[in-house]
């Protein structure tokens, strides 16, 4: 689990770094940077089929395509605006303090793939749990 500062920047640049370690193939190692209380029942395996399968977890789309996570820093811009949000609750809400928001790019472009992750306050920070991942 990775431990982050409370605040808007510390946490989208983890963010941020969680999606560079799927656009490398790090998918367990991604994984291991998750808060484990409360993945709801995520693996490595089913995060790669469902950013591949554009939010389904079967691995691919409809029509058969697999996507592929791609580097943040080499992602094109969409047609829509990158949607990278941070809430902060003013008092717990089932244990968590936040909310993130945060697009997933795939195939060399920015999707309307959506991570979004739960902020829970521990020693030293917050970590982040993976709640899910699907299209806004």
Known sequence: MRVVQRSNEAVLAAVEEWIELL???RYQEAF???D????YEWTP???RNTAAGYGDPCGHTNDGVSHRVTSVANA???KTPVY??????GKPI???IGVVHHDIPLDGEWSDLTAIFL???VKGGVSLVLDQLHVL
């Open 23 to 25: 656009a490398d193939d």
């Open 32 to 34: 291991e940077r998750l």
């Open 36 to 39: 484990p209380n409360g993945q």
């Open 45 to 47: 395996e089913l995060i």
């Open 76 to 78: 094109r811009e969409s």
């Open 84 to 89: 990278r949000d941070v809430e902060w609750h």
């Open 94 to 96: 089932r244990g968590f």
């Open 119 to 121: 902020v829970r306050e």
